[in-house]
C-alpha cells in the first residue's frame, strides 16, 4: 500500500499488525505527523471495522473505518449526536467545549447553519469569484522562480487567509491572525506552536476580544453581507451568549482555513508523487475541477468527527452503547475498496471523483465545500497557466494531530515561467 506512490516504512505495517487487535488504537498523532497511520486503518477495515479502543490518551472511543459504516453514523444525527465537541481530543480548559453549530443538533444547529450560509451561496461564490482569481493571481506572480520557498507559507497560507478575511469583512493587514489562530485552536501544547493550555487560553483572549469588537462594530451599523454582520443580525444568533458566537468565529475560522489550505499543498504533493497524473493535467486543464475532488478524497484535510451515541445502536455486528464516544475516520472511509476503486491511487480522472467523504454527510456537511473547491478551481486555473511544473524538494512537514490532517512546511522550486 503507499499514499500516493510513496513506500511507507515495513516496520509501521508490522506493528500494526502484530499488536493485538483489542490494543489497537489508531488515534496516535505521531503517526499521522509521521504518514504512518494508514496501516492501523488497513488493517481495522479489514478485520474490525467497528473497533472498540479501551484505553488511550482521549478516554475509551469506538473507531468507524469502512465507507458505508461512516455514511450510517454520519446521516443518523438522532442516535449520533454532536453536543460537547467534534472532535476525539475536545479539550476547551475548565468551562468544557465551546459551543458551535457543527456541535450542535437540531433544531438549534440547523437555524445557526442557516444564519451564516448564505456568505457561500451560488450568488455570493459568483460575486467572489473574480476576487479570489485575482488574488490568486497576485500571489503567484510574486513567486520567486528558480529558489526554493515554502508552498504552504506563500500560496496555501495566503490564499485561504485572504479568502476568510473578506467573508468575516476584516482588514486585510489582519489576515495572518486568522492562519495563526486557527492554528492555536488545534495545537497539542508542547508540540511546537503552544506549549501549555494556559498559553492557548491567552491566545485565546485576544481572539475573542478582536471578534468581540467586530460584533460590536456590525451590531450597531445596517446589516451586511458578511459573515459577522449575519450573526448579529440574523434573529437565530443575534442574542447569543458572547462564548457561543466565540464558538461559531472558531468554527469559521478552522472551517475556512484549515481545509483548504492543507489540500492547496495536498495537490502539489500528490501531483509530483504522480508525475503521470500531472503530465495529465497539463495537457488537459479542463481536468482540474475533477482533479480537485480527487486531491480533497486523498487528502482528507480532516482526519475525523467524532459523535456521542444517544442510545444503544447495532452497526457492523457491535452494539454502541448509549453515551459510548464514536469517531468516524473520514480518512479511512476515503481508502475503503469496498466503496471506492482503487483508493490509494491518485487519478484525476476518476469516473466519479466527487464520491469521497471529506466534506462528511447529514445534516452536518462542510457548509462551504463549494467554497473550498472554487478555490482549488481557481489556483490550479492560475498555476497551468504561469509554470509548467511545481517541484516539490523533499518530504513536507505535518501537522502534529488525529484531527488536522495538514502540513506545516513543504519546500518547493518553480524552474521556469511559461
Not at 190 to 213: P, R
Request: glycine residues 6%; contains cysteine; charged residues 25%.
Amino acid at each position: 500500500m503507499s499514499d500516493g506512490n510513496i513506500d511507507l516504512s515495513k516496520d509501521a505495517r508490522a506493528q500494526a499488525y502484530a499488536t493485538p487487535l483489542d490494543q489497537l488504537n489508531p488515534a496516535q498523532p505521531a503517526l499521522f505527523q509521521s504518514d504512518q497511520m494508514w496501516w492501523n486503518f488497513e488493517r481495522l477495515r479489514k478485520e474490525d471495522p467497528v473497533h472498540y479502543t479501551a484505553q488511550s490518551d482521549y478516554g475509551p472511543f469506538w473507531s468507524i473505518t469502512k465507507y458505508n459504516d461512516i455514511m450510517t453514523v454520519d446521516t443518523n444525527h438522532g442516535a449520533f449526536s454532536s453536543e460537547g465537541g467534534i472532535t476525539i481530543a475536545t479539550q476547551d480548559g475548565d468551562q468544557g467545549p465551546l459551543p458551535m453549530f457543527i456541535a450542535m443538533d437540531p433544531p438549534k444547529h440547523d437555524v445557526q447553519r442557516k444564519t451564516v450560509s448564505p456568505v457561500v451561496s451560488p450568488a455570493n461564490l459568483q460575486v467572489l469569484e473574480p476576487l479570489i482569481r485575482e488574488r490568486a493571481a497576485m500571489i503567484l506572480d510574486s513567486l520567486p522562480i528558480g529558489e526554493e520557498f515554502d508552498w504552504v507559507d506563500k500560496v496555501s497560507m495566503e490564499l485561504t487567509a485572504m479568502t476568510l478575511a473578506t467573508l468575516f469583512d476584516m482588514p486585510q493587514e489582519d489576515r495572518r491572525k486568522l492562519t495563526y489562530w486557527s492554528d492555536v485552536v488545534t495545537a497539542v501544547p508542547g508540540q511546537g506552536l503552544i506549549d501549555t493550555i494556559e498559553q492557548k487560553m491567552a491566545i485565546f483572549v485576544e481572539y475573542h476580544a478582536y471578534f468581540t469588537n467586530l460584533w460590536n462594530q456590525r451590531v450597531n451599523a445596517p446589516p451586511a453581507g458578511d459573515l459577522i454582520s449575519m450573526l448579529a443580525h440574523g434573529e437565530a444568533t443575534r442574542n447569543m451568549e458572547p462564548r457561543e458566537y466565540f464558538g461559531n468565529i472558531v468554527l469559521l475560522t478552522v472551517g475556512g482555513n484549515d481545509t483548504t489550505r492543507n489540500t492547496i499543498s495536498g495537490s502539489i504533493l500528490a501531483l509530483n508523487r504522480n508525475p503521470d497524473q500531472y503530465r495529465k493535467l497539463r495537457e488537459n486543464p479542463g481536468l482540474i475541477p475533477s482533479m480537485v475532488s480527487e486531491t480533497i478524497r486523498w487528502q482528507t484535510p480532516l482526519a475525523h468527527m467524532r459523535r456521542i451515541a444517544t442510545q444503544d445502536f447495532d452497526i457492523g455486528g457491535k452494539t454502541i452503547k448509549k453515551g459510548d464516544k464514536v469517531v468516524m475516520w473520514y480518512v479511512s472511509g476515503n481508502r475503503d475498496e469496498e466503496a471506492i476503486e482503487r483508493p490509494n491511487d491518485y487519478i484525476i480522472d476518476r469516473e466519479r471523483p466527487r464520491n469521497h467523504i471529506s466534506f462528511g454527510f447529514g445534516i452536518h456537511r462542510c457548509v462551504g465545500n463549494r467554497l473550498a473547491e472554487l478555490q482549488l478551481k481557481i489556483i490550479w486555473e492560475e498555476i497551468l497557466k504561469r509554470f509548467p511544473e511545481v517541484v516539490l524538494l523533499e518530504e513536507p512537514k505535518r501537522v502534529y494531530s488525529t484531527f488536522v490532517k495538514g502540513y506545516e512546511s513543504m519546500k518547493v522550486i518553480i524552474p521556469s515561467r511559461n
